[in-house]
């Protein structure tokens, strides 16, 4: 059935923030640092035309800073200043060209100091005070590991590096605050109303009534709209506050790449000890984040980071440990998958590895250390649901005649010069929900279902569609289990003032939590049922009994579900350019149920053409603490040209605490693009990789450096 917001965006009705005017309403401009650490001096304001005003720290009622989990960012720099485009005032005003005209004229001295702007240079200071915002460590003993690497017959050290990757969500960040008399509504494009509320009644030191947040039809997130929002809404709620007019902040395209969050940069260091017929002894994992200059939501990613660092691998005597450092750099947080995608390179990329110096072919090594169902967690969980990773593969393989075009492959190499093929593979998993007892402890999510007297049934959530298309598959369920008409189902965008708490849209667990929470509710609806009388019932969530989650020992069940998944990637390399280009791409999935065939297709297509990229066209870079690529055109993001026809296929296997057996399926379908591509370009050119991107220039260095060790 067609998606419930489909007429509204493909006919260009819908209107984004950027399209809302109200009265008495000007727009805000940023001052930002053209310096990447230092302390502020002075600043000079030029003469103002009336009706233009400046706002900075001083007009914040409440502290100075974006309230997330620490209080390490502040609002507007008003001291140091900690990276190259970090806000320090707010110029505010009836024409945006006129606050352009303005900027140029603003003069701020500063005193700068020495500044870190790699995550190289972090992890060589790592000891240093205010480098290592957080850090963690778990596993077999590292005792006992250097007592299993004395008898082993090789030791395998290996270092890889992952790089930025830019959201590039068709909507830039926009933010509007409608000034009123007894309260603030703060609308945008946006994931998480409540992360919003809770920091505008912290920077305005408010109360709960004081302050509305409203999503407005959102395009694209990706997890750049999930803890980014929160400064900005900041923003513009204290110039409302302060200029008691209605303030509209929107980016353009090249100030939202430069200055928003992206993907970690990460390096990971393998360590592991086999025996003489390459079978894994034990195996040591090191992973550094780069947070950039705020925290942030990092400690968080690199838990998840670290709860994938063994991939989908039963991997004996495993020891991981895991940094967040501090870079003088634009701000790195939330991205789909959330720390995964740069284990999943990683851990994809070595084992690949250690199965040609065992001389065994990479999907054949990777399965002999496959989990199963009963295995414990690296964090001494357990995987108790049935796993269906061999039926995906023994599919997957016939669907594209795995065996057979590897020979052809081997032999097209063979006989041609210029042109290599190769096929890669790449297996992986996805936590669903908030880490180990998140949602209990933390979320505490709540729904609502309001049915009116004309028996139209109203979702009150708080959970943002972005794009992946819960407007619809929500509905679908409250539907289904009150056997209504879909269209008799409501979903307005959510609105602070009307809904309760039900989370914030990450994580995968929008359909699997809130999906269960609502059908639930549903059910209790059904059973009160009253014809032509206004009705609204409530649920809680209620958490699945586990191995209890310890954070400080990282140990317990770190997830109450996993989704998984199987990739195939055809590519050809030339090899006289470097360009790779994509020929074939398989995915099969398991996300328990289904609730929607046509958005599932949309998430796999979106999700492998967003993990292909990042794993050998998106190349974004830092030079001396800016962001280089300011377009998307200097980014190079796939194109249609770029992305073949994806063959895939979802299995079914329920999951009995999710709505009609669904789990996540959101993050998923992202993570084994960038490590199958990877295995696939090194299988055309017989060589090893430690990096993504695999670029053209990346590729071409590497075939120098061949012919150099031949020569």
């Not at 390490?72 to 005032?89: H, R, S, T």
């Not at 400064?231 to 902040?249: G, I």
Request: with cysteine.
């Amino acid at each position: 059935m067609p998606k419930k917001d489909h007429k509204g965006k493909v006919s260009g009705q819908i209107a984004y923030i950027s399209d809302v005017k109200v009265e008495n309403m000007v727009y805000g401009v940023l001052v930002r640092s053209p310096i990447a650490y230092g302390k502020i001096i002075s600043i000079q304001l030029p003469n103002l035309p009336e009706g233009y005003e400046v706002v900075g720290a001083e007009h914040i009622p409440g502290p100075n800073y974006v309230k997330i989990i620490q209080e390490d960012q502040p609002i507007f720099a008003n001291v140091w200043v900690n990276y190259i485009g970090e806000p320090i005032l707010m110029l505010v005003g009836e024409s945006l060209d006129i606050l352009y005209g303005l900027l140029d004229r603003i003069k701020i001295e500063f005193e700068e100091y020495p500044a870190i702007y790699t995550l190289d240079e972090a992890i060589k200071q790592k000891l240093a005070p205010g480098v290592n915002m957080a850090s963690y460590e778990f596993g077999e003993s590292l005792e006992t590991i250097s007592a299993i690497e004395q008898g082993a017959h090789q030791i395998i050290e290996e270092e890889y590096d992952t790089g930025y990757q830019e959201h590039v969500y068709l909507e830039p960040q926009g933010m509007l605050a409608v000034y009123k008399d007894d309260e603030i509504v703060v609308q945008g494009s946006m994931q998480c109303l409540y992360y919003i509320k809770n920091a505008l009644q912290s920077a305005l030191a408010c109360g709960d009534d004081d302050v509305r947040v409203v999503q407005s039809p959102t395009g694209g997130g990706f997890g750049g709209k999930e803890e980014f929002p929160s400064m900005m809404a900041c923003h513009v709620a204290v110039a409302a506050n302060a200029v008691k007019k209605s303030v509209m902040l929107v980016f353009d395209r090249s100030e939202d790449m430069v200055v928003t969050t992206k993907r970690h940069p990460a390096k990971l260091n393998y360590r592991t000890a086999i025996d003489k017929d390459g079978n894994i002894l034990c195996m040591r994992v090191e992973i550094f984040l780069d947070s950039g200059a705020n925290v942030g939501l990092s400690s968080v990613v690199l838990q998840r980071a670290l709860l994938n660092s063994a991939g989908v691998y039963n991997i004996p005597h495993f020891h991981a440990k895991g940094y967040v450092l501090k870079t003088h750099t634009v701000p790195n947080g939330a991205f789909r998958g959330f720390g995964a995608p740069q284990s999943f390179a990683g851990i994809e990329s070595h084992i690949g590895h250690l199965s040609k110096l065992s001389n065994i072919e990479p999907l054949e090594y990777k399965r002999k250390y496959l989990v199963k169902q009963g295995d414990p967690t690296i964090t001494k969980g357990q995987f108790r649901d049935p796993i269906l990773m061999e039926e995906m593969i023994e599919d997957l393989l016939n669907a594209s005649q795995y065996k057979k075009k590897k020979m052809e492959f081997q032999n097209f190499n063979q006989q041609n010069l210029r042109f290599k093929k190769g096929m890669g593979t790449a297996l992986f998993l996805h936590g669903c929900g908030f880490t180990g007892s998140g949602e209990r402890d933390h979320i505490k999510a709540k729904v609502k279902l309001h049915k009116s007297k004309d028996d139209q049934v109203s979702l009150k959530i708080s959970n943002s569609d972005m794009g992946q298309g819960i407007l619809t598959t929500l509905c679908k369920i409250v539907a289904k289990e009150l056997d209504l008409p879909l269209e008799e189902v409501l979903y307005p965008y959510p609105d602070t003032k009307e809904v309760p708490d039900s989370g914030p849209t990450v994580a995968s667990r929008t359909t699997m939590i809130v999906g269960k929470l609502l059908e639930r509710a549903a059910k209790k609806l059904k059973a009160q049922w009253q014809t032509g009388v206004e009705q609204e019932v409530v649920e809680d969530y209620v958490h699945r009994e586990m191995i209890p989650w310890n954070e400080k020992t990282f140990t317990g069940d770190a997830y109450p579900a996993y989704s998984w998944g199987v990739n195939i990637v055809e590519v050809e390399v030339d090899v006289l350019t470097g360009n790779v280009k994509l020929e074939k791409v398989y995915g099969n999935y398991e996300v328990g149920k289904v609730i929607d065939d046509r958005i599932m297709k949309g998430q796999i297509d979106g999700g492998l053409a967003q993990g292909l990229a990042y794993g050998y066209l998106e190349k974004m870079t830092s030079k001396q603490g800016e962001i280089q690529q300011k377009s998307i055109t200097d980014y190079g993001p796939p194109t249609s040209m770029d992305v073949v026809f994806i063959e895939s296929k979802v299995f079914d296997n329920p999951y009995a605490d999710g709505p009609y057996g669904a789990k996540g399926a959101g993050e998923l379908t992202l993570i084994g693009g960038a490590p199958a591509v990877q295995a696939a370009i090194e299988d055309a050119l017989q060589t090893s990789f430690q990096q993504i991107p695999v670029t053209p220039e990346v590729i071409m260095e590497s075939l120098w450096r061949k012919v150099g060790d031949e020569g």
